[in-house]
């Protein structure tokens, strides 16, 4: 699988759009954003859609642009609670 960002946001925040190319496995996903990192005042939300990759979003609540991208180790990971299906 290869992912490639197809389309930057103009507005200079840093969100990408992404392409799957080739024949991939599809993720089960419920929600449309199964990942987020949150920073000091940042959100990056990485939405998939139909099981595949389709966005890198970065919110973030000040004016600076273009924004710089976070590193990863300014991050947290969040990931949506997991309830048990048997
Ligand atoms: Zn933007």
Redesign the pocket.
């Known amino acids: 699988m290869l992912a490639e960002a197809v389309a930057l946001?103009?507005?200079?925040?840093?969100?990408i759009r992404m392409r799957v190319a080739g024949k991939s496995a599809r993720a089960t996903c419920r929600e449309p954003v199964p990942i987020e990192a949150h920073g000091a005042g940042i959100q990056v939300l990485l939405f998939v859609r139909r099981g595949l990759l389709t966005s890198l979003e970065?919110v973030d609540y000040g004016d600076a642009r273009p924004l710089a991208y976070p590193l990863p180790e300014n991050l947290n990971l969040w990931l949506p609670p997991m309830v048990q299906i048997d």
């Open positions: 946001c103009e507005c200079g925040c840093g969100t970065i």
